[in-house]
């Protein structure tokens, strides 16, 4: 009965220095980018549109952060945020189906995030689902592309301008530790 006390203790202190270590060895990074989807007709039939190239200035990211390109152990999609900037009174109700898709120099595209049969009352915004895949080959290049593959049910009188909104979360070892 006796040792119960210290035990729990010592317990109790792991659990916080775990804690305490995950917040240093474990930050986001949020990167933005603009595509802009063409007027058009209704179609049932998914079409491309392409971001320009995301810098991602990892090397001064990491520094930031107390590590570096070479001590990041993982990268994962942990939020995809789709919002219309123009015009400012359209509504992303004319989606019917949105996946998105990275690509780097020297990696092939993968599938991040996606929404699928996108409601008639959607506002000006879309959080959208995301995986679990590994991004780190992705992110620790001085840049990215995403490509979105749309799907409308709405016919579409103007370009509509939306902004990607992208949290990465990194688990990386620090520097000196």
Not at 42 to 47: H, K, M, Q, T
Not at 116 to 130: A, M, R, V
Request: aromatic letters at 8%.
């Amino acid at each position: 009965m006796k040792y119960i006390l210290p035990i729990l203790l010592i317990c109790f202190t792991t659990v916080l220095s775990c804690k305490k270590l995950d917040k240093l060895t474990q930050f986001d990074l949020t990167y933005t980018s603009e595509a802009t989807i063409s007027a058009g007709i209704a179609s049932n039939l998914p079409f491309d549109v392409f971001t320009p190239d995301v810098t991602t200035q990892s090397e001064s990211e990491f520094k930031g952060h107390n590590t570096a390109k070479n001590l990041v152990q993982s990268i994962k999609l942990k939020k995809m945020l789709i919002a219309v900037t123009n015009p400012a009174d359209r509504n992303l109700d004319f989606l019917k189906d949105i996946e998105l898709y990275i690509s780097a120099e020297g990696e092939k595209e993968m599938r991040i995030a996606w929404k699928y049969n996108i409601p008639d009352t959607t506002g000006k915004e879309i959080l959208l689902e995301t995986g679990l895949e590994e991004l780190k080959p992705y992110l620790i290049k001085e840049k990215y592309r995403i490509r979105l593959k749309v799907t409308t049910s709405k016919i579409m009188n103007t370009d509509i301008t939306v902004k990607l909104v992208s949290t990465f979360r990194v688990n990386a070892n620090i520097m000196g530790i």
